[in-house]
């Protein structure tokens, strides 16, 4: 531990996504001090000196080293299995950004790892801290029985090379994106998938899926549908569920909840843009210190990647396929 039980952490994975985790951790949060990051990369270094910070171009270094009590991973998936292994073996508690892993493969094997060395495992899914979420979970079970869902999470198509690269990304859309769905669904109702039938399809991305449809049942008999793009230049999160009194709506993107009872619309909430790091960093410092509850824990995030997964095995079966 740094001066006055302030947790050292390192950062792995200093791009785009990356570097948001460390401007908060530089500026927003107490209790968390930046001492180091890892990227391969000449950039590296001189974000190192930038911040201050150690550069380790070997993420294995950072993991390994004195001055880091707690690692933060943001780095496409295929990394993940060897960073946590890394840190179960040198009991360091790690924040994984999503998705998990590749699929339910890996996953399974990053929280076996993690469970078996005690060593703490969040699952960096951010969604759960937008304040339009965190409205639905609390606004839905004042609308009695819940019967159908829906979701929606639309991007622009992504600009990211390895977005297209198999070995590295997993899958397409559905492992980055539709992730967030499942986890945000889980999180809003309590419930979980049980099963799916999906159908994807490619437009701008020519290796892996960039549009995926979903049918899901869950829970309860609760059913639904989702679909995930990344193939039109507009962005939507929207959430829909019909319940026993009235319906309730809510997009993530736009910052808006409303309800309808019969024909009466009650006047929508709306909700400026926040960052959603924040919370989650927040969270995951009393959660180190042992003041809350794991805030994302890892087998939530395992179960978001193994929905992912039967959605990708359906939509390659053309069936339904059991979570």
């Not at 974000?47 to 201050?52: D, F, L, M, P």
């Given at each position: ?27 927003d949060i107490d209790g968390l001090e930046l001492t ?92 759960r801290f937008n304040p339009v979420i965190q409205t ?188």
């Open positions: 531990m740094g001066k006055n039980g302030v947790i050292r952490v390192g950062v792995i994975g200093t791009g785009k996504h990356g570097s948001r985790y460390v401007n908060h951790l530089l500026h180091a990051i890892s990227r391969r990369s000449e950039e590296g270094r001189v974000q190192g000196e930038r911040w201050n910070v150690e550069w380790f171009p070997r993420w294995e270094d950072l993991v390994r080293a004195t001055c880091v009590d707690a690692v933060i991973s943001v780095v496409p998936p295929f990394l993940n299995v060897r960073i946590a292994e890394e840190c179960a073996e040198n009991q360091k508690p790690l924040l994984l950004e999503k998705p998990l892993g590749t699929g339910g493969v890996d996953g399974a094997r990053i929280v076996e790892v993690m469970s078996e060395a005690k060593t703490p495992l969040t699952a960096g899914q951010t969604l639905l979970k609390k606004q839905l079970p004042q609308q009695g029985r819940l019967f159908s869902i829906y979701a929606n999470q639309r991007l622009e198509p992504s600009s990211l090379g390895w977005h297209s690269v198999s070995e590295i990304a997993g899958a397409g859309i559905t492992i980055h994106t539709a992730v967030h769905i499942f986890d945000a669904l889980h999180y809003i109702t309590g419930r979980k998938i049980r099963r799916v039938m999906a159908g994807s399809y490619q437009y701008h991305n020519e290796r892996l899926e960039d549009l995926v449809t979903i049918l899901v049942e869950m829970d309860d008999n609760v059913v639904g549908t989702v679909d995930v793009s990344r193939v039109g230049k507009a962005r939507s999160g929207r959430y829909e569920f019909v319940c026993e009194n009235g319906h309730l709506y809510g997009d993530q993107v736009h910052g808006i909840v409303e309800s309808v009872r019969g024909s009466d619309r009650k006047e929508p909430l709306v909700f400026s843009p926040v960052g959603t790091i924040v919370p989650l960093l927040e969270e995951w410092c009393e959660f180190l210190q042992g003041k809350r509850k794991n805030p994302v824990p890892g087998k939530d995030g395992l179960y978001a990647v193994r929905v992912c997964d039967s959605c990708l095995q359906s939509a390659r079966a053309g069936t339904w396929v059991e979570i």
